[in-house]
T-cell receptor, first 114, second 116 residues
Framework: GDSVTQMEGPVTLSEEAFLTINCTYT??????LFWYVQYPGEGLQLLLK?????DKGSNKGFEATYRKETTSFHLEKGSVQVSDSAVYFC?????????????FGKGTLLTVNP | ETGVTQSPTHLIKTRGQQVTLRCSSQ?????VSWYQQALGQGPQFIFQ???????GRGNFPPRFSGLQFPNYSSELNVNALELDDSALYLC???????????????FGNGTRLTVT
């Protein structure tokens, strides 16, 4: 079945450091790929997405490229801020039409210190 | 634009009891999905409702059931609660119109269920 494996956390960085959170996936067909972010006490918010190979999703300085050859969708940010502290989830959706089931990784806790 | 709202925010139940969680979808959305997020884990897909019918189900037993109403709001019902049902239950809505990725899921803040 479909699965997502992402980097184990927690990750602790200083402000302005470079961030990479690795994500690889297993799926049949051509899934869409997502990064969601969850701030303390809140639900998940879509951070970025890519729907086909070689697409780059980007938002708020974060970016990730859909790499079909390595089945990866690593999240990167050049300079993190304290406000980026949250749990980040990589996810895929392999369903078509109205079947929009998401398969999530376990999440990576990011803490950014001033 | 009204987002996804869930009620209640917190709930404590005893093993063996039944619980109903509620979700109002975002304005304009016609599809509702439910996810269970255990502590320290990623969300797990329970099921999805589209046009008031179940439209996909994850690996959850039949004691997890749901409804979608004509206004697209939804309920998640869990019977015979077990300790392992303690989790954050997330509702997400979307607009089903076209292929995957056309309408990302919008999540509510969840209902924290504790079973003692």
């Amino acid at each position: 079945g479909d699965s997502v494996t992402q980097m184990e956390g927690p990750v602790t960085l200083s402000e302005e450091a470079f961030l990479t959170i690795n994500c690889t996936y297993t799926a049949t067909g051509y899934p869409s790929l997502f990064w969601y972010v969850q701030y303390p006490g809140e639900g998940l918010q879509l951070l970025l997405k890519a729907t086909k190979a070689d697409d780059k999703g980007s938002n708020k300085g974060f970016e990730a490229t859909y790499r079909k050859e390595t089945t990866s969708f690593h999240l990167e940010k050049g300079s993190v801020q304290v406000s980026d502290s949250a749990v980040y989830f990589c996810a895929l959706s392999a369903g078509g039409g109205s079947n929009y089931k998401l398969t999530f990784g376990k999440g990576t806790l990011l803490t950014v210190n001033p | 634009e009204t987002g996804v709202t869930q009620s209640p925010t917190h709930l404590i139940k005893t093993r063996g009891q039944q619980v109903t969680l509620r979700c109002s979808s975002q304005s304009g959305h016609n599809t509702v999905s439910w996810y269970q997020q255990a502590l320290g884990q990623g969300p797990q897909f329970i099921f999805q409702y589209y046009r008031e019918e179940e439209n996909g189900r994850g690996n959850f037993p039949p004691r997890f059931s749901g409804l979608q109403f004509p206004n697209y709001s939804s309920e998640l019902n869990v019977n015979a609660l077990e300790l392992d049902d303690s989790a954050l239950y997330l509702c997400a809505s979307s607009l089903a119109a076209g292929g995957v990725g056309a309408s990302p899921l919008h999540f509510g803040n969840g209902t924290r269920l504790t079973v003692t």
